[in-house]
């Protein structure tokens, strides 16, 4: 996720609330602790402004300044950033039980994730039992076009919606070899989505995992995706044909959680 500060000449825009959102969000997996002129490289700001956004944040308790190698990293505190939007969600409370009955009865790993831009970012997870490690958590991120419950949501965006997040011509990032890069190959998996009203992926988002993915429509909106992983296998039958029935109805279920919570 870049976070190269926007353009916007709106005299209400808060340029200063968005420097210091740019430079949270900069830190990350690949740069979990940055010097000032690390920081300031990677959101565009000057060495000046960008010390006078650490400061403050430092201030405000979420970042630390480790004076033995002069470099800053996120405190604890920016949790409750993301915690503010989990506890907004209005059934948040009731999904995560469902979600892991689901993960129980499947034997493998299930996810809520929405759209964020892009991307699709994960608000509930609940990992198969049997697995001693999980490669996602809440708050992890994929490319939207790269993960089952992305294409999902993709699908039930309008053909304006769709074309101000891609461009014809746009080479889309790829988690794994196969991930599709392709618009024109989006396209043709979104609409195949809408129309049957499930997706399932082969190794685009991790290696060796299939993914099948369904939606949860809020107001008539498909605002979430529910997807499930499972290695796969070339014996037995498919991830389609063992999962789908409860996926779905998992799924309805946690419509009607939303309808009764807003």
């Known amino acids: 996720m870049s976070s190269t500060l926007p353009e916007d000449d709106d005299p209400e825009f808060i340029k200063s609330l968005a420097k210091g959102l740019a430079v949270i969000e900069s830190f990350g997996p690949n740069s979990p602790a940055m010097t000032l002129s690390a920081v300031a490289q990677k959101v565009g700001l000057s060495p000046g402004s960008t010390r006078r956004v650490l400061v403050t944040l430092v201030k405000l308790g979420y970042v630390i300044y480790d004076e033995s190698d002069r470099r800053f990293h996120l405190s604890a505190r920016t949790l409750q950033l993301g915690y503010s939007y989990l506890a907004s969600l209005p059934a948040f409370s009731l999904i995560q039980p469902r979600l892991v009955e689901l993960s129980d009865k499947l034997d493998e790993s299930c996810s809520v994730m929405t759209l964020d831009g892009r991307e699709v970012v994960c608000i ?34 309008s053909e304006g919606e769709f074309t101000q997040l891609y461009r014809p011509d746009d080479k889309l990032p790829a988690v794994t070899p196969f991930t599709v890069i392709e618009i024109p190959k989006l396209r043709e998996q979104i609409e195949q989505a809408r129309q049957q009203g499930w997706i399932y992926t082969n190794q685009e988002t991790a290696l060796g995992m299939a993914s099948l993915a369904v939606p949860i429509r809020v107001n008539g909106r498909v605002k979430y995706g529910l ?31 939303f309808a009764t919570r807003l």
């Open 124 to 157: 509930a997870r609940a990992t198969a039992k049997r697995l001693q490690r999980d490669y996602m958590s809440v708050g992890t991120r994929f490319p939207a076009n790269a993960s089952s419950s992305g294409k999902i949501m993709l699908g039930d965006l």
């Open 227 to 257: 997807s499930t992983s499972a290695t796969i296998t070339y014996d037995g039958p498919t991830i389609v044909d063992k999962y789908l029935p409860d996926l779905l109805k998992a799924a309805k279920a946690m419509e009607g959680f």
